[in-house]
């Protein structure tokens, strides 16, 4: 469905507070633990955010319908609102690691909202762009600032946070379909205004965290996290970015794969109705929430180098069975898919959190905005192979994308409390 002083000293040392509601608590040690109230506010605005975000792939075959498009034309909505927010995280990232903005988030949120009303009213093609751009930019400014406040939020758990960042997240995009199918489905594409409500009801819980963020960050004392002695040198930190990028490339383009044109797939391979392959999609993308979920905070235990090991690298044999199976495998097949690829994402965040911890916001912004940019030009790239060689073949090849996580065993050994 998002300062006088540098953050990076406020990541290194986390502090809390035990109630949201206490504006400009004392500093507290980051032993007591995690805030969950707010790490559950922000997971919660995350799912406000991502179930909006998918509204626009869920909405697809009735965009297809309205407008006579092409899976190019489809692919090139996806790329118009992930490409705006891939370009724009990492700048915004970097800015706030500069000089924190608490208030960015519902100012961002306030594009989403627009965005939504802009495109339930669209009468064109050139419009829905538009609105798609104005939806991706609320998303750019809404990812890198709000995993920051996830990690001042943790209390140094910081993999834990993260996933429970991110379930919010998942559980707003499976949801996403299932709001289609119910609503966008039967209404039409008007209906789709009708969740600008959410997005104004995340303006004002975002501005009363950026309360909470503002009373965290004022006043403390500008200082750079010390490097731990046995951490990686620059050159290895660098090569290990590369392979957290390659690793990522492999699961967003996969997901791309799957999250804008698996209902097309079933469709025609299996001639089920619009709403039925919506359900099947919320089946995949809500077991993406449930792996998140349950495997995040496994990173904090055993180490995160075999998280994403497993992420990616696990789900290539069902990857591989998928464009052969019938129409009940191919929901089995997808659960397993989506359960096992998420917790790639976060697991890869926090690595590189700890590979960079002085830039929190760039690196968040950076692998969030690369994230996006993904998805949308594998969106763009995928279409355009459908529309030459049949949506079959695009699964056929992307099948052996999570092969890449083999490149995981080039991560290094973090020591423990790098960050």
């Not at 559980?171 to 299932?178: D, K, N, Q, S, Y």
């Not at 997901?255 to 109705?273: G, Q």
């Not at 060689?389 to 290094?412: E, K, M, N, R, T």
Request: hydrophobic share 55%; net charge positive.
């Amino acid at each position: 469905m998002n300062k006088p002083v540098s953050v990076d000293a406020d990541l290194a040392a986390p502090v809390v507070s035990t109630e949201l509601p206490e504006l400009v608590a004392p500093a507290a040690p980051a032993h007591i633990g995690p805030t969950y109230l707010v790490l559950g506010g922000i997971s919660f605005l995350h799912f406000l955010n991502d179930t909006r975000q998918s509204l626009i792939p869920s909405g697809y075959p009735i965009l297809k319908a309205n407008y006579a498009l092409d899976f190019g034309q489809i692919g090139l909505i996806t790329l118009t609102s992930q490409f705006t927010a891939s370009l724009l995280q990492p700048l915004i990232g970097h800015f706030t690691d500069k000089k924190a903005q608490p208030f960015s988030l519902a100012i961002g949120m306030g594009s989403t909202f627009l965005g939504l009303l802009l495109l339930s009213a669209a009468h064109s093609y050139a419009v829905i762009l538009i609105a798609a751009a104005m939806i991706g930019l609320g998303s750019a400014v809404f990812h890198p600032e709000s995993a920051r406040i996830a990690r001042l939020a943790s209390g140094g758990r910081y993999g834990m946070a993260q996933s429970i960042f991110q379930v919010g997240g998942n559980a707003g995009t499976a949801l996403g379909p299932v709001l289609a199918a119910l609503v966008v489905v039967p209404f039409g594409q008007p209906s789709i205004g009708w969740f600008s409500i959410l997005a104004f009801v995340a303006i004002v819980l975002l501005a009363r965290i950026g309360i909470w963020y503002r009373g965290r960050i004022a006043g403390t004392p500008k200082a750079a996290p010390k490097p731990h002695p046995h951490a990686p040198g620059r050159r290895r930190v660098l090569a290990a970015l590369v392979v957290l990028v390659a690793l990522l490339f492999s699961k967003h383009m996969y997901m791309a794969s799957l999250s804008s044109y698996y209902t097309f797939y079933l469709i025609e391979k299996f001639h089920v109705s619009t709403q039925t392959a919506q359900l099947f999609l919320f089946i995949f993308l809500g077991s993406i929430a449930a792996g998140v979920f349950f495997r995040g905070p496994l990173g904090d235990r055993f180490g995160r180098r075999y998280v994403i090991w497993f992420s990616i690298l696990g789900a290539l044999p069902f990857t591989l069975a998928l464009p052969y199976a019938g129409l009940v495998t191919s929901a089995v097949l997808t659960m397993f898919i989506g359960f096992i690829l998420a917790s790639a994402t976060s697991a890869i965040i926090v690595f590189a959190q700890e590979l960079v911890p002085h830039r929190l916001g760039m690196i968040s912004g950076l692998f969030f905005g690369f994230a996006f940019g993904i998805a949308g030009v594998g969106a763009a790239a995928l279409g355009e192979l459908a529309d030459h060689y049949g949506i079959d073949f695009v699964y056929q090849v992307c099948s052996f994308l999570p092969a890449l996580g083999l490149l995981a065993v080039l991560l290094p050994k973090m020591p423990r409390h790098a960050h």
